[in-house]
DNA sequence: GTCTATATACGGATAGAC
DNA sequence: GTCTATCCGTATATAGAC
């Protein structure tokens, strides 16, 4: 059935998703993903056409749930300030694999900086979508001309934050700090 | 001569240096190394004993640039605040290097705690430099109580403008974020 | 000390049986 | 569709000649 096979390849790029993230792309071997989703490694070829074919799969996996992610926000609150504040709290929810593993997007596009300069724009893209959200929020917020600005530099101090906490694995910096992004966001607002 | 041995020695840590920040630890061959300095491969194991103790040795030696760095910036100014001035303007002199590879401190934080958990807290160390300088200052500037955190603020802020800039390839996002931090250090002065 | 040659391991990718 | 077996390239590391 091809609903089976479609199930298969969609359990792949979740595994390949999560170890990418874990372990970096480059350090995740064939071996890593097969031992995961229990198939051999020859039988990857038939889903995939190659390493990079499934990068840009798991890409796209990372592009349709931060887009389910920002549809959620906004079903959750018509004031952009709260939706601003989810953005923020965001870096709350995920303590734990931040601490471990610092920020999936901002890892990624460093790492595909380094291997592969081809699809480091790809990685960027998922920046975009946060940067594009945000960026629509401070309008709705009132600031028209610096909106883009606002969005670029909260995502900038997100990234930070990520990755300070990761490199000293010290959850009680990342807490302090959200404290300071959401005094920042009331002051502008 | 022993001399000449030596500075070999400081040549091959310092183009794997140059090479590790550009495309990474794992992705620098001992190949790549001996392109730039001239040597064949197995030559490398006379002056080190795996690709760990040359990493080990870049380490070392970023660890003393930094403090000659840091050295530098007191010697040029006895007010705190302008030394912490210096730190933020490092952004702008480097400003091509970092809008390429990012910074090398996170850069290097980030791979090794995918591919080497045990060097992970040695580049670490490289961060703990700058937030023990930065802390001192803070101190120096009247912050007893919470020179600490700022310090650490000030690096979180400094690695998220390095990470969205190489991310976005985007100079002049770096400029106006070196307007915000200068102005924030106004502010708490 | 520096070289060449080589051992060894591993990863991505292919071929072909079933 | 999934498997096993295998090719091929590359990387670290070692051995030994000079």
Redesign the pocket.
Known sequence: M?N??EL?RQRIVASADQLFYQQGYEN????DIANEVN?????F???F????DILNAVIDKRLGDIENTLHEWEKNSPDPKKRILSYINMLHQNKESITKHGCPVGVMCTELNKINHLMHSDATRLHVLFKNWLSKQFKDLGHKKDAQNLAMHLLSRAQGIASITSAFEDKSFLKREIKTLTDWLENIS
């Open positions: 091809s089976k096979c298969l995740t071997s064939f071996s198939i051999s490694r020859g039988n070829y038939y889903h056409k190659s390493k990079d």
